[in-house]
């Protein structure tokens, strides 16, 4: 049997480098998703690169890795609007080159809004977007990971059908350098119930079936604050949320699940913080 890939958090690091790997080091994690810039704005700090590097090699030396990079909040591929688009595709190759810099092998996308149209036309205007980056992809190591949404308002991606429709929409020379990021609130509340082991493997092979498993190379884990198919996006504690304890042990153990790496979005507050998550998440990992 295969064991339980590598666990971590969502790193906050700002500048603060050697924090950071400190913080690393004191939870034990082995793999961390972080910002490379400022997720509330457009705009990218130039790099101390040598602190960069610094950095990334620490976080290597205490057995962290893969390193992802999550997309800023405002990026949006799926509009028509030529000023968001414009924005959103020069911030898309920016995240390449800072993931690039920073040492991460991911870079996980919110592919965006359809808004005023269709679905199916803000899946082709994501594609389009994304081919447009294709000489950045093609220089970078970085794979894109396009992120499962719980469905607020027009989002793409709530679906894995909406995600499953943008890979044959790809250059083929990328087919290769994009693949899918599973978060466990979104798909919760996007309608896929992973609450006892059954459930999970359905939820699984609908991921087989509308884009493969093999695409899925990370995972986010978050236990869900409102109900079944809310379509709200709201992380809880692990187990203390509308996935629970029963869920994350279904859904962890899923032979397809349990060797891809995992990180942690869950709050911190004054009922827990990242040490008791991660606590709970290795106690369900058998
Ligand atoms: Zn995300
Ligand atoms: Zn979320």
Not at 92 to 105: H, I, S, V
Request: one cysteine or more; charged letters at 25%; hydrophobic letters at 40%.
């Amino acid at each position: 049997m295969a064991s339980h890939g590598p666990l971590g958090i969502h790193l906050s690091v700002g500048q603060k480098y050697d924090d950071a790997v400190a913080e690393a080091k004191a939870l034990g994690i082995s793999c961390c998703q972080i910002f490379t810039h400022n997720p509330r704005g457009w705009g990218f700090a130039p790099i101390d690169e040598k602190a960069v590097k610094k950095f990334r090699d620490d976080l290597r030396k205490i057995g962290v890795d893969p390193v992802a990079s999550h997309c800023n909040y405002l990026i949006n591929l799926g509009t028509n609007d030529p000023e968001i688009r414009g924005k959103s595709i020069a911030c898309l190759k920016k995240e390449f080159e800072y993931a690039a810099a920073f040492g991460c092998q991911y870079f996980v996308l919110h592919v965006g809004k359809y808004k005023e149209q269709t679905m199916d036309e803000g899946i082709g205007n994501v594609a389009a977007g994304i081919n447009s980056a294709k000489k950045d992809m093609m220089n970078s190591k970085v794979i894109l990971l396009l992120e499962t949404v719980a469905g607020q308002g027009t989002e793409i991606g709530k679906d894995f059908s909406d995600l499953g429709k943008i890979f044959p929409l790809l250059d083929k020379e990328i087919q290769d350098k994009v693949g899918v990021c599973v978060d466990t609130c979104h798909i919760f509340e996007a309608g896929y119930d992973i609450r006892t082991p059954e459930k999970a493997a359905a939820v699984v092979e609908r991921m087989d079936k509308a884009f493969g498993i093999g695409r899925v190379k990370f995972i986010h884990l978050n236990d869900a604050q409102k109900e079944f198919d809310s379509r709200v996006d709201r992380h809880q504690h692990i187990g203390r949320g509308f996935i629970g304890l029963a869920g994350f042990r279904a859904f962890l153990n899923h032979p397809a699940i349990k060797p891809l790496p995992k990180i942690l979005e869950t709050p911190v507050d004054e009922e827990r913080g990242y040490p008791e998550n991660l606590a709970a998440v290795k106690k369900l990992q058998v």
